[in-house]
């Protein structure tokens, strides 16, 4: 509620620190996802320190605020001079993978040959961005099986998606879930041929695969002859605080059609580069700071440590013969665990309980459930501590699997959702035992191996329909946590 009158700096600082104690630590590597931790205090100082001294400017208006023109420009190039492009190479500083996806979508869309390019191949492995991307901009997505045991997108099977609805294919470099390449140069050369826009999802990879040992991947970036659009989320291997990423096209006209504008009212011109039009200049001064403050040299040894951990890793889960790591092995620091004879949703609940964070991914088109790590600069001192953690954790749960989710499936295959209000689906999501926020329950910890396993035997729909469902209940009143 909105206090009648301000309350002190030290009192609302002191409430932010008792609603952080839930979360878990943003630092040390424990949270094997969603966090980046460079583990150099002083990088991270200048980065808040940018960020607070261009927080209040606008991103909306260049000409109001040119700094943020220049900052733009420096990043912008400084990324693109990394990833197959010069200082002159087309980008857009964005608030994050999904934006930048979102806008290499609509520059597709609005420079296509025909309205009838409304489908956007996606190897299954693909980000979800894709889908929210084709989603939010009236395209489809169509998806194309990867190769079972590798992981990577088959070329054929892009190939055999290729008509003439085609708008643009995808590549990841790599992969999310394995951490894979696909194979980029096939794939955006069949892009060339059909004369169709390929974008390389370098979000998670395009800051760290260019710092390990040359010839280590094959090419994937803009160098790549067919490749239109490339993404690179610099608020990941980056090491930038939240809310960057950087969108590359391989011509000026596609930077253009991402853009937007509008003089259809009385007020203000608007001319957007990115979905936010009023913005924060936070996030571009923290990453700039960020990639000035770490250098190359900087990013190499980050990237040399994170490669480092990830091997450490795989040799230790040999020895294991429970877990097996999926795709063969990754091409960069980002690995899913299998489980053989152990319930991974078990396991990650013991894990969280010994402060570790893996994060589950479901079953989904024959690749089995698993455990994801992104690992980060820090991983490599935290690697040992990992193994005999997930050792411990795996005699734990052998055997072990999560109560009830027969009865549970069948209860929520029975549901009707249409009847169920938030008020009524957070009392159910209770009187199931499942937390809310701000317990353990939201945090990979206690109670959630049973909704993954519930999750993982329901379909796709069912589960985004849950899943919205469950967001909607949390952020109710009905719902554990805030008051
Ligand atoms: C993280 C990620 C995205 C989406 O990025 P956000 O910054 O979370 O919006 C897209 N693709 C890949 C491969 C990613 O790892």
Not at 24 to 33: D, I, N, S, Y
Not at 211 to 236: I, M, N, Q, Y
Not at 285 to 313: D, F, I, N, P
Not at 393 to 410: I, Q
């Amino acid at each position: 509620m909105l206090p009648e009158h301000g309350r002190s700096g030290e009192d609302l600082l002191g409430e932010l620190g008792r609603l952080r104690e839930g979360d878990l630590p943003v630092r040390g590597g424990r949270v094997a996802a969603y966090v980046y931790d460079p583990g150099r205090p002083h990088v991270r100082e200048v980065a808040h320190r940018a960020y607070l001294e261009m927080l209040e400017v606008n991103g909306l208006d260049p000409t109001v605020f040119p700094s943020t023109v220049e900052l733009e420009r420096q990043v912008v190039s400084a990324v693109a001079e990394v990833l197959g492009g010069d200082a002159a190479t087309p980008g857009i500083f964005t608030s994050g993978g999904t934006e930048s996806i979102v806008l290499a979508l609509k520059a597709a869309r609005d420079t296509r040959d025909s309205a009838a390019q409304d489908e956007v191949v996606v190897p299954v492995t693909a980000h979800p961005a894709f889908h929210k991307a084709a989603h939010y901009l009236g395209l489809r997505t169509v998806g194309v099986p990867v190769d079972p045991n590798t992981l990577r997108a088959r070329t054929e099977a892009v190939a055999a998606a290729l008509g003439p609805r085609t708008l643009l294919v995808v590549a990841s470099a790599p992969s999310y879930p394995h951490g894979v390449l696909d194979p980029v140069a096939g794939i955006a050369a069949l892009a060339a041929e059909h004369g169709v826009a390929c974008h390389v999802d370098a979000c998670v990879g395009g800051w760290v695969l260019p710092w390990l040992e040359p010839g280590r991947v094959a090419p994937f970036d803009l160098s790549v002859p067919g490749v239109t659009s490339l993404s690179c989320d610099l608020h990941k291997y980056g090491y930038a605080p939240k809310g960057a990423s950087v969108v590359l096209f391989a011509r000026q006209e596609l930077r253009r059609a991402a853009y937007f504008a509008s003089a259809d009212w009385p007020g203000y011109t608007v001319v957007n580069s990115t979905v936010q039009s009023s913005k924060g200049a936070g996030p571009l001064a923290g990453a700039w700071a960020t990639l000035q403050a770490l250098g190359a040299s900087g990013y190499r040894e980050l990237a040399r440590e994170a490669m480092t951990a990830t091997r450490r890793l795989i040799a230790g889960i040999a020895d294991l013969p429970e877990l097996r790591v999926l795709g063969g092995g990754p091409d960069a620091p980002l690995v899913a665990l299998a489980g053989e004879g152990v319930d991974v949703f078990a396991l990650s609940e013991a894990m969280a309980a010994r402060g570790w964070f893996l994060q589950p991914q479901l079953s989904y088109a024959g690749i089995p459930a698993n455990l994801h790590l992104t690992l980060t600069g820090v991983s490599a001192h935290g690697v040992e501590d990992l193994l005999e953690a997930l050792s411990a954790s795996v005699e734990e749960v052998r055997g072990v699997r999560p109560d009830g989710v027969t009865e549970l499936v069948e209860l929520v295959r029975g549901l009707d959702l249409a009847e169920l209000d938030d008020a009524g689906f957070a009392g159910l999501l209770s009187s199931l035992g499942v937390g809310g926020a701000g317990g353990e329950g939201g945090s990979g910890g206690s109670g959630m191996a049973a909704v993954n396993a519930v999750l993982d035997a329901l379909d796709p729909p069912t589960r985004e329909a849950l899943l919205v469902r469950f967001l909607a209940a949390l952020n109710s009143p009905h719902t554990g946590a805030g008051g």
